[in-house]
């Protein structure tokens, strides 16, 4: 059986990374999906929060996992027998970034093979970070975030910038 994790932070979900997540299902029989935190990212949604969002955009697809991590990816990976690791490529800074992660986790598991996936034309530029800006400015952000999860979205992001 073909496994590979797509991981991320998913703070939020973006039409960006659901395209990832539909293309990858399709080269995979199983697909693990991944909620991670990132120690240089103060995540606005819960992990909780995050699992739940991603469910309810993928009710449609059958052959995924969709899992909360504190460990390394590449740990994930030899303990769930995923010799596969997806990761999606916008720009150039990304591409710095996704090379040094390569190499550290080539390095902790050579078993663990990356697969970069380029996001559709127009999804290139689409980051959590710039949809959590669009919210707090009362911008539309449907062509960004699906539709199902697009709600819940503003309601958190707008709630926590009136604290501010």
Known sequence: MDKAVYPGTFDPLTI???????????????LHIVVADNYKKQPTFTSDERIEMIKKVTQDIDNIVIKYSTELIVKYCQSNQITMMIRGLRNIQDYENEYALYQFNRNL???VETLILFPSSRN???????????????ADISPYVPKEIIKEVQLKIR??????
Do not use: C, P
């Open 124 to 138: 290139h530029f689409v980051s959590s970070s710039a949809i959590k800006e669009l919210i707090v400015h009362h």
């Open 159 to 164: 709630g926590l910038a009136k604290k501010i």
């Open 16 to 30: 960006g990374h659901l395209d990832i997540i539909k293309r990858a299902s399709r080269l995979v029989d199983e």
């Open 109 to 111: 598991n050579r078993q």
